[in-house]
């Protein structure tokens, strides 16, 4: 999985979609990802907040924002941004999803 980062007050973050980050969106809001709604602004923050919290932790940074401060350091443009970088990772991953399951039955 391609690393993402974001920006949050001038310094970068990771930001990756980690199993912690599904099991914190979970914790956070009593609701599992697979019933995100798209349009939700503040389901969409809360889960790009759990995936820096996941990717910070697993490479060792330090990520104490309360969700609140986090809302209040980024903007619908890095919230764009994330939302684009998710898209184009995804369509790599299908493709690569696809040549794997073709190479496992060309076996």
């Known amino acids: 999985m391609k690393r993402i980062e974001i ?7 990771p930001c990756s979609l ?4 599904m099991l914190r969106f979970k914790q956070e809001t009593g609701r599992e990802i697979t019933e995100i ?10 889960y790009l907040w759990c995936c820096v919290i996941s990717a910070s932790k697993r490479e060792g940074r330090r990520f104490d924002m309360t969700l609140m ?7 619908p443009a890095d919230m ?4 684009k970088s998710l898209e184009v990772q995804n369509g790599a991953g ?3 999803g696809e040549t794997e399951e073709q190479e496992k039955k060309s076996l």
């Open 7 to 13: 920006q949050i007050n001038g310094e970068a973050y």
């Open 80 to 83: 764009e941004q994330w939302t």
């Open 69 to 75: 401060e986090f809302a209040d350091s980024i903007d």
């Open 37 to 46: 709604d798209a349009a939700s602004f503040s389901d969409l923050c809360t």
């Open 18 to 21: 980690t199993m912690g980050a």
């Open 94 to 96: 299908d493709s690569e």
